[in-house]
């Protein structure tokens, strides 16, 4: 008799400690972009790299950070399936200036949804789903939703790949 009990004890410790687990999950500054989600990132803090294509600026994670062509102003014209393939990079905080990063050019426009996406010289900034490591221009160049794509230089520039 005393094992069976010591089981259910055991049992319904396990379905309370489940149950428990199914809180909210931790808080994170930030996310990896996927396909269907934006980056968000309490104060986000932008930085540089360099590759064949040049310095350019980056986000969390060493993401490589793009402007819309079509975006004629600092509002986004960047949603819905748009955003998907290209999360806009949301911050929570004032955007931070790390290495390369000129702090006056950066600041925040709100989006449709109320959330801030970060700025750079007034082009709201984007990631590429198809990027997954750091450093990776997957999307450099393309043209898609309308327009094209591309890193952007610690100027506040385009930066095109060469034959582009």
Request: glycine content about 12%; aromatic content about 6%; charged content about 15%.
């Amino acid at each position: 008799m005393r094992p069976i009990r010591i089981f259910a004890i055991v049992g319904v410790l396990a379905l309370v400690a489940a149950a428990c687990s199914k809180t909210a999950a931790p808080n994170s500054s930030a996310t990896t972009p996927t396909a269907s989600a934006s980056v968000s990132q309490a104060g986000a803090t932008l930085g540089t790299t360099r590759t064949t294509l040049g310095t350019f600026l980056v986000g969390p994670g060493g993401k490589s950070l793009y402007l819309f062509e079509a975006d004629t102003t600092s509002k986004s014209t960047c949603s819905t399936a748009c955003a998907q393939t290209w999360p806009p990079l949301i911050t929570t905080g004032a955007p931070i200036a790390g290495r390369g990063v000129r702090q006056s050019l950066l600041s925040t426009t709100q989006r449709s949804d109320g959330t801030m996406q970060v700025t750079y010289d007034g082009h709201p900034l984007y990631l590429y789903a198809g990027d997954t490591m750091a450093g990776d221009t997957a999307g450099e160049g393309l043209n898609s939703f309308g327009a094209g794509w591309d890193v952007v230089s610690p100027t506040g520039k385009k930066i095109e790949k060469p034959g582009g």
